[in-house]
């Protein structure tokens, strides 16, 4: 949701912004700029994609400098113009020649509008973010970081900002609250960037901000402090990852590198996670927790997109395996439903980014509300993991194809080492716990064998592809992975699909199935696999075109549908964690096939940090 990133240093800042952008634009695409100073400010934006602004930034003279600032938009507030893309400025005729970039919203923004319009500031966008450049303006005397901090203290809302003024080119002044930042410090050299993909290529150190701080950065010093000027210290520490994994290599897009590093990613989350020789789960982040969390009577799981899907898995796992009354629940609900929760429940916040804004309300809500809050979290350092009591991370890696596919799989596999832990402090015997732990083990090589057949996937899709509605159905367990399957397509591809249980189907639904109606079963044998059956037979009937996920071995099921997508035989409990790559897979390919833009689909963020 925006990407920002910021250079200040001794080398030229352009090759540096451009290609941070590049790297933060599956946050945000919808419109692009860049600022640099040297000898005054020099501004190029564009509407469209990085490189829409790359070509146009070639037609600009002077455009270079040793400091600069540079912004990928996802529209908030205004339209997607260029008039409304970052960096704003303050006031044109009596400014200071002040320039920010920022993600996030600034709440009271026409509070402050409307006093800066009678102390004579005029406009030229629709954005909160120009209220804001205004504001540092009005309140500039001298002094950048001063006047950053003044008007933070006027603002709600949340923010990420870096700002640049031309009265002093050797600094750079950077602040966050709520939205994430991250500084990278190098060798005479700083580089501030929504996340550390933009970071790693130059160096490995940064800190993050804490919220309400801003930080001063010139060539050789940094200085942090409140907006209220209190100094703070912060911790420089190593990035945890590399560039290779932030690159493409030889895949097309970053989807299908993330759909095909499952295995791999999967062994991540469980490394050092399975004690072999007692058989048990290992989860050093929520060890302290433990007694409370065998204890609970309740458990809501909370997120957004492919995170809720996780979480619904999460909730048969938890109520399977750990006994416990378990719910799942949309965070932008949970929120604002004046939810029941007390010191016997455990909310979960699960989220790929840690960012979510609506994931990461919910859970300072439900903590605020005396739950136990964990978080169910990838990104290391991301404002869920640090506001949560404590977390299982996922540890599969930078995800940055929009349509998430390795944290689904990684969100499901954490909750089941939870669940399970949980569950042996409970009622499962060591027996049970010892059997489940090899089934998950072997869960990487069967996926593996899922991922061979992905030409074949992409041969049936093709047979479809035109077909512009479409439905997918599962019951139990497979119930969300329908529903996954359903959201994949649609993101990526822009076809209509709805995911519901097979069995809601007959009670609406159904109505829509005409001849040659692609309906997605996924239909692996489990204790629900003849009820499944009926619905396919019902789809049958009415001329639908039935696609099924199933077992393998499974001959039956070839002669009551279309396609077969199979995958290996899997314990119940564990099958989302294989019966969801046929269908990212399909979503993929269709996408393709239909020549979409897969790792940045109209309209859509990777992370979404404004409610
Ligand atoms: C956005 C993304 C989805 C993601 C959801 C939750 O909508 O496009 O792919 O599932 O946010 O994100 P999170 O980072 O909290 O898992």
Same mark, same amino acid.
């Given at each position: 949701m925006c990407g920002i990133v910021a250079y200040i240093g001794r080398k030229q800042a352009m090759p540096i912004l451009l290609e941070g952008l590049k790297r933060l634009e599956y946050r945000g695409y919808d419109s692009a700029g860049i600022g640099l100073l040297n000898d005054g400010l020099k501004i190029c934006r564009a509407v469209g994609r990085v490189r829409v602004l790359e070509e146009k930034i070639r037609t600009v003279e002077g455009l270079a400098g040793t400091i600069g600032i540079a912004h990928t938009r996802w529209a908030t507030h205004g339209g997607v113009t260029e008039a409304n893309a970052h960096p704003h400025q303050d006031d044109l005729e009596s400014g200071h020649g002040i320039a920010v970039i920022h993600n996030g919203i600034i709440e009271n923004y026409s509070v402050l509008k409307k006093y800066l319009e009678e102390k004579g500031h005029k406009f030229h966008?629709?954005?909160?973010?120009?209220?804001?450049?205004?504001?540092?303006?009005?309140?500039?005397?001298?002094?950048?970081?001063?006047?950053?901090?003044?008007?933070?203290?006027?603002v709600t809302g949340a923010y990420a900002i870096a700002v640049l003024c031309v009265e002093e080119p050797d600094t750079l002044v950077v602040a966050r609250k709520?939205?994430?930042?991250?500084?990278?410090?190098?060798?005479?050299?700083?580089?501030?960037?929504?996340?550390?993909?933009?970071?790693?290529?130059?160096?490995?150190?940064?800190?993050?901000?804490?919220?309400?701080?801003?930080?001063?950065?010139?060539?050789?010093?940094?200085?942090?402090?409140?907006?209220?000027?209190v100094p703070i210290t912060t911790e420089v520490r190593e990035l945890e990852f590399e560039l290779a994994e932030i690159d493409l290599g030889p895949y097309d897009h970053y989807m299908l590198k993330e759909i095909f590093e499952q295995p791999r990613s999967l062994r991540m989350t469980m490394q050092g996670r399975i004690d072999a020789r007692t058989g048990s789960i290992v989860l050093g982040g929520i060890a302290e927790h433990a007694r409370t969390l065998a204890n609970a009577k309740r458990i809501v799981m909370v997120g957004q997109g492919t995170a809720l899907h996780a979480s619904m898995v999460g909730r048969y796992?938890?109520?399977?395996?750990?006994? *416990? &009354?378990? %719910?799942? /629940?949309?965070?932008?609900?949970? @929120?604002?439903?004046?939810? =029941?929760?007390?010191?016997? #429940?455990?909310?979960?916040?699960?989220?790929?980014?840690?960012?979510?804004?609506?994931?990461?309300?919910a859970l300072q809500e439900a903590k605020q509300?005396?739950?136990?809050?964990?978080?169910?979290?990838?990104?290391?350092?991301?404002? *869920? &993991?640090? %506001?949560? /009591?404590?977390?299982?991370?996922? @540890?599969?890696?930078?995800? =940055?194809?929009?349509?998430? #596919?390795?944290?689904?799989?990684?969100?499901?596999?954490?909750?089941?080492?939870?669940?399970?832990?949980?569950?042996?402090?409970?009622?499962?015997?060591?027996?049970?716990?010892?059997?489940?732990?090899?089934?998950?083990?072997?869960?990487?090589?069967?996926?593996?064998?899922?991922?061979?057949?992905?030409?074949?996937?992409c041969k049936a899709t093709a047979k479809y592809v035109e077909r512009e509605n479409w439905l997918f159905l599962g019951r139990g367990v497979n119930y969300p992975v329908a529903l996954e399957g359903a959201l994949k397509l649609k993101e990526i591809s822009y076809i209509h699909a709805e995911g519901m249980p097979a069995a809601e189907m007959k009670h609406g639904p159904i109505a829509l199935i005409d001849k040659g109606m692609p309906v997605v079963f996924v239909a692996t044998r489990n204790s629900q696999y003849e009820k499944v059956l009926a619905n396919i037979s019902e789809v049958r009937s009415r001329g639908g075109h039935v696609i099924a996920v199933a077992t393998e071995g499974d001959d039956h099921i070839r002669t009551v549908s279309e396609e077969v997508f199979y995958v290996p035989d899997v314990i119940e409990q564990l099958q989302p964690l294989v019966s969801v790559i046929p269908l990212q897979l399909l979503a993929y390919h269709a996408a393709v096939l239909r020549g979409k833009d897969v790792d940045k689909p109209r309209n859509l963020a990777k992370s979404v940090t404004v409610e």
């Open positions: 966008s629709e954005t909160d973010t120009e209220v804001l450049s205004h504001l540092i303006g009005e309140l500039y005397h001298g002094d950048l970081e001063k006047a950053v901090q003044a008007a933070l203290r006027e709520g939205s994430p930042l991250m500084v990278g410090v190098g060798n005479g050299e700083y580089i501030v960037a929504s996340d550390s993909s933009a970071i790693v290529a130059h160096t490995t150190q940064a800190f993050t901000l804490p919220d309400f701080t801003v930080a001063k950065l010139t060539r050789d010093a940094f200085r942090t402090a409140t907006i209220d000027d796992l938890m109520e399977d395996l750990a006994k *416990i &009354a378990s %719910e799942h /629940d949309f965070a932008s609900e949970f @929120r604002y439903r004046n939810p =029941i929760v007390d010191f016997g #429940t455990c909310v979960i916040a699960v989220s790929q980014s840690g960012e979510t804004a609506d994931t990461l309300a509300r005396g739950a136990l809050a964990l978080g169910v979290v990838n990104v290391v350092g991301s404002t *869920i &993991a640090r %506001e949560s /009591d404590a977390g299982v991370y996922l @540890r599969v890696g930078p995800e =940055i194809g929009v349509a998430s #596919t390795k944290a689904f799989t990684g969100q499901i596999l954490a909750l089941s080492m939870l669940s399970l832990y949980i569950g042996r402090r409970r009622y499962l015997s060591q027996d049970y716990v010892t059997s489940f732990i090899k089934e998950m083990s072997g869960i990487p090589d069967k996926i593996q064998r899922v991922l061979e057949t992905s030409d074949a996937i």
